[in-house]
């Protein structure tokens, strides 16, 4: 018995000196998550204060919910109702349309020309979003704009004041960002295509089946866990909104507040605002917390229906 336990021990201590050089490259990305994640976490306590810069956090009074109620008697149906609308949409044209220029792009004949198109649609994805801004300013400007000057006066319409009226910017805030963005779960989706095994499709060929009937029975059922894992990531993120996009865009044109301003902006603006930190905090804070309980409950329906596909 004590031969096997020294045995037992020895074998472990060979595994951990194995495993030092993962311990080692592990350990920068940690103490990069434990110095920018987790000791901010202790400024939570601002959410519950008065705060003031000159006694600082924890000389601030302690002022209970009251920022929480400010924030839900005020603002919080128009920012919350914003940052959920907009994030739906965003992440049902995002699945659709990724999922569909996927398929299309992988089955491009050519690699060259495969190359081309996958490098097109990750472009706008790393594109700075100031960047995008003046792009969109260069479309919409009511003196210079594109739009104006070179399609609708030839027309002979009116110019409109794009950055003065509301009842456009929900489209454009879709398009640019299902622009912008599509492309990154595109790759993905891409990515997992490629690895699906050719000879289901070979055998669905041979038992007669069309191309529409391939990618309703093999290659949508294949993209299933792609399709949850960010699914699950964008629903822990559905109360967080792009700030650039919701704020760079727009211009922050004062007009535009009813349909741009989310919990981001809300938060942003409320920090340059005299007394806003505490009532930005407590913004934070419904945010996260509403945020891990979307992730955890997401989480459990999906293992109910398929364990192996759940996060955890």
Same mark, same amino acid.
């Given at each position: 018995?004590k ?16 495993? %030092? ?6 350990? =920068? ?10 000791i ?6 601002? &959410?519950?204060?008065? !705060?003031?810069?000159? #006694? ?10 009251? *920022? ?8 919080? $149906? ?8 907009? *994030? ?5 044209? *995002? ?18 020309? #495969?190359?081309?198109? @996958? ?11 100031v960047?995008?801004? !003046?792009?969109? !300013?260069?479309?919409? $400007?009511?003196?210079?704009?594109? %739009?104006?000057? $070179?399609?609708?006066? =030839?027309?002979g319409? #009116? ?31 891409? &990515?997992?295509? /490629? ?13 007669? &089946?069309?191309?529409?009937? @391939? ?5 949508? =059922? $294949? ?27 727009? @211009?922050? /044109? ?19 605002? &005299? ?14 917390i509403?945020?891990f ?20």
């Amino acid at each position: 018995m004590k031969k096997k336990e020294i045995h037992g021990e020895a074998s472990l201590k060979k595994r951990l000196l194995k495993s %030092i050089p993962l311990y080692l490259m592990l350990l =920068p990305g940690m103490v990069y998550l434990f110095i920018n994640n987790y000791i901010p976490m202790a400024g939570i306590v601002v &959410a519950f204060k008065k !705060y003031s810069a000159r #006694k600082g956090i924890w000389g601030s009074k302690w002022s209970g919910f009251d *920022n929480f109620t400010y924030l839900f008697r005020n603002d919080a $149906s128009l920012i919350i109702r914003n940052t959920l609308f907009y *994030n739906i949409v965003f992440i049902i044209l *995002n699945l659709v349309v990724g999922v569909a220029l996927a398929i299309l792009i992988s089955d491009v004949a050519s690699n060259y020309a #495969k190359k081309i198109y @996958q490098s097109a649609i990750m472009l706008p994805f790393l594109i700075s979003i100031v960047i995008v801004s !003046y792009i969109v !300013y260069a479309f919409l $400007s009511a003196e210079t704009g594109m %739009i104006n000057n $070179s399609i609708l006066e =030839p027309l002979g319409k #009116k110019s409109i004041l794009w950055y003065s009226n509301t009842k456009y910017w929900p489209f454009i805030l879709v398009f640019v960002n299902t622009w912008k963005t599509v492309g990154y779960g595109c790759l993905i989706y891409i &990515a997992a295509i /490629a690895g699906i095994d050719r000879s289901f499709y070979e055998a669905a060929q041979l038992d007669g &089946a069309n191309r529409w009937q @391939q990618i309703m029975k093999i290659t949508l =059922p $294949s993209l299933t866990p792609s399709i949850i894992t960010l699914l699950m990531l964008n629903i822990g993120r559905i109360f967080y909104s792009d700030f650039g996009l919701f704020y760079q865009v727009p @211009q922050n /044109a004062g007009a535009l507040y009813s349909v741009t301003n989310t919990i981001d902006t809300y938060v942003y603006r409320a920090l340059i605002s &005299a007394g806003g930190i505490g009532r930005s905090s407590a913004a934070g804070v419904f945010q996260s917390i509403v945020g891990f309980t979307l992730v955890m409950l997401s989480n459990m329906i999906v293992r109910k229906f398929s364990k192996e596909n759940a996060l955890f």
